[in-house]
């Protein structure tokens, strides 16, 4: 593969896609199923506003990146900044217009997705809450995801994107990031466990029971993940950040786990494996 094209999967992050395909399953689920259709539309359209989104962090970040990480492949040489501007710019609208083959309303979540990733580019170096964006970015996943369904936007795709919203701003609080640094705030964890919160509340008899094992899984994970950070002791931060990130499939697992069929659930577990897979093969951030 020639060098150039060897750098497109590092700009575009792809060893978090499978993260992304399961958000949109699991929202799509959520909203009803069906419409089979729409689903290429759907996972190719929100693959793309994400490595647009990744090429355009690279495109904003060129500068710091220079000083701390000289090994990206803008200030490396590897490609030239303008091009990536105009990738990153291009990934945004085109997949807003393939949103459109999954609705209206879907066509628009994009929109104001594409708007968060945008705010989220500009801020995340200087603005302290900015990992509420990067969380807000996946709860508009969850909306174009709960649109495409056959039932349509409801509430359990609003209420299950925003507890990934909140587990995703937390990952970003655990961590330092670029020129903001320090200590971890102590409600960070928190932030990570809404998702389990959400789901023992919201679900009760039967479908809590089934929502447990997999809550089970996904606190051990994350533990596993963060517990040196608040604990003490050296850690990586890069590994616990590809760690907490692979751990957003569980989420979604456990979001669709208490009404949906066994058989189909199996796509989960296999998502993260491959997210896992990629993460070892391609540089996660």
Known sequence: MPPRLQTLPVLGRVAHLPTVWSNCLAGWWLGGGGNYWKLPFLLLGVSVLYTGGAFLNDAFDAESDQRQRPER????????RLLVWRLGFGQLVLGIFLLLF???????????????ILLYNFSHQFFTASPGLLGACRF?????????????????????????????????????????????PFWAPLLLAAPVILAMTMNTGGFRLRA?????????????????????????AAHTAANLLAGIVFVDWLAVTPNCPWWWQLVFPALFALAKLLQTILPAA
């Open 212 to 236: 447990v094992w997999v809550s089970l899984i996904l606190v051990l994970w994350t533990a596993r993940g963060v517990w040196k950070v608040f604990l003490g002791g050296e850690f990586n």
């Open 102 to 116: 999954c609705g209206q309303l879907a066509a628009g979540a994009a929109f104001f997705l594409a708007l968060c």
């Open 73 to 80: 492949p803008v200030p490396a040489g590897k490609i030239p």
């Open 140 to 184: 508009w996943v969850y909306v174009i995801a709960g649109a495409a369904g056959a039932g349509g936007l409801n509430g359990w795709p609003l209420f299950a994107g925003a507890a990934l919203a909140l587990y995703v701003a937390g990952t970003g609080h655990v961590l330092p990031r670029g020129n903001l640094r320090g200590a971890a």
